[in-house]
């Protein structure tokens, strides 16, 4: 990790070291570096990511909330090309709730066909604006 990371979690860190005899702190994290530098070794909980079926669930329950998707048949199609993008249900959540107030086609399709998906390859995560 770069210096300027570990400066940041050091200072993060510290209110933890002064904590009350038998208090808890809960950590959560997608990078196991970070649980490690905050001492969390010997209780790590690593949890699977959800199947592209969960998270298309997730996103199903934001992106059709208010119309219905047998109504919309190509938006079901699009969102499941999206879905299959995401690979996480924290993305199919937010891409859900973001495609929820649209119901042209072109606007799920210019989600699906963003560069976006160059850098979710490369982790690197950011806010789409849409419309």
């Known amino acids: 990790m770069c210096g300027t990371k570990i ?6 860190a510290c209110p933890f070291e002064c904590r009350a005899k038998g208090s808890k702190v809960i950590v959560t994290t997608r990078n196991k570096n970070v649980a490690l530098m ?3 070794a010997e209780n790590l909980h690593e949890l699977n990511p959800l199947s592209e079926d ?4 997730v996103f199903e329950k934001h992106a059709f909330e208010h119309i219905n998707m047998e109504d919309h048949p ?3 199609s699009i969102g499941r090309k999206i879905v ?9 959540k937010a891409l859900g709730g973001l495609l929820r107030s ?4 072109e606007e799920w399709e210019r989600v699906s066909n963003s560069k976006i ?5 490369r982790n ?8």
Do not use: H, Y
């Open 38 to 40: 905050m001492g969390a």
């Open 54 to 57: 969960a998270c298309w669930s």
């Open 74 to 76: 190509n938006l079901v």
């Open 117 to 121: 998906w160059i850098f979710q390859a």
């Open 124 to 131: 690197v995560r950011f806010f789409l604006r849409c419309g």
């Open 102 to 105: 649209k119901q042209r086609e």
């Open 84 to 92: 299959g993008k995401c690979g996480d249900a924290p993305s199919s």
């Open 7 to 12: 400066l940041i979690m050091g200072s993060i």
